[in-house]
């Protein structure tokens, strides 16, 4: 990526000035060298793609959980729901 989200920010209000002298959102992409794609999802309210994903990443307690529930089940000591539960509050 050859471009910053300052970069994206200018071209959005280059395209935008909303004083009549406004740009095409081809010659602001080609300014800033943003793709022009990008440009215009992040104009038509795209957000970015780590934001659109956000909720696929796991927070850090759930993979703490997951990693005591794997350490139990390879020795062999089962994680009854009950079990679970209370590691996932005291987490």
Known sequence: MLYTRADIQNAIAMVDLGNGYSTSIRRAAKAYRIPFTTLRGRISGQDWRAVLHQHKQ????????????TRLTITAFP??????IQMAEEI
């Open 79 to 84: 994680a009854s729901p009950t079990l679970v």
């Open 58 to 69: 796991s927070s850090a307690e759930e993979k703490t959980l997951t990693r005591c529930i």
